[in-house]
């Protein structure tokens, strides 16, 4: 059964760079048939997609998002990565890895736990 | 791309149904036939509960049904159960990318 988790800091400072990683058990990162998304969800509010990365490298990014955005993969380590630069304290969220199938325009069919992250000095 | 519009809670007694609308534009919603909706019940992560509007993945019971209608999806819970109180959000394809619902709290009386 396939399982995703994040994980990284918890805690950031304001204009510093997040970073988080999902790691894939149970399943291939490698091939065509899946892509690796990034959602986040502040306390309290909405869900909000980020963006996602193909095993190949190829990237979507939210264009709220996509100026401090980059996503990455290492297949050979089952992982991928988001950084997001210049935070602020709207950047406060839970932050959940995600996968969707090819072609299924979003279905998000298996996420991760969520990992907290907070943006104080 | 703005969130899709879904009204702030609905709630239901055990039995009866409640009915959630998620509105958008022809961008999204009245665009595309990919509408998904997600449950999410405290301190989780959203579990997809329907996809294409009105598809059911394994598993999920036949309590909850999708329907779209212009640029306005809904979901529907048929013989509420005290385990569906939680939180729905709608998600549309949006062109390239995707945009979720302000997301519902539904409470079973």
């Known amino acids: 059964q396939l399982q995703l988790q994040e994980s990284g800091p918890g805690l950031v400072k304001p204009s510093e760079t997040l970073s988080l990683t999902c790691t894939v058990s149970?399943?291939?990162?490698?091939?065509?048939?899946?892509?690796w998304d990034w959602i986040r969800q502040p306390p309290g509010k909405g869900l909000e997609w980020i963006g996602n990365i193909h095993y190949s490298g190829s990237t979507y990014y939210n264009p709220s998002l996509e100026s401090r955005v980059t996503m990455s993969v290492d297949t050979s380590k089952r992982q991928f990565s988001l950084r997001l630069s210049s935070v602020t304290a709207a950047d406060t969220a839970v932050y959940y890895c995600?996968?969707?199938?090819?072609?299924?325009?979003?279905?998000?069919?298996?996420w991760g736990q969520g990992t907290l992250v907070s943006v104080s000095s | 791309q703005s969130a899709l519009t879904q009204p702030p809670s609905a709630s239901g007694s055990p039995g009866q149904s409640v009915t959630i609308s998620c509105t958008g534009t022809s961008s999204d919603v009245g665009g595309y036939n990919y509408v998904s909706w997600y449950q999410q019940h405290p301190g989780k992560a959203p579990k997809l509960i329907i996809y294409?509007?009105?598809k059911r993945p394994s598993g999920v019971p036949d309590r909850f049904s999708g329907s779209k209608s212009g640029n306005t999806a809904s979901l529907t819970v048929s013989g509420l159960q005290a385990e569906d109180e939680a939180d729905y959000y709608c998600n549309s394809l949006a062109g390239d990318i995707n945009v979720f619902g302000s997301g519902t709290k539904v409470t079973v009386l």
């Open positions: 149970g399943g291939s990162i490698s091939g065509s048939a899946y892509y």
């Open positions: 294409e509007v009105s």
């Open positions: 995600a996968r969707h199938p090819s072609g299924s325009r979003y279905r998000f069919e298996d």
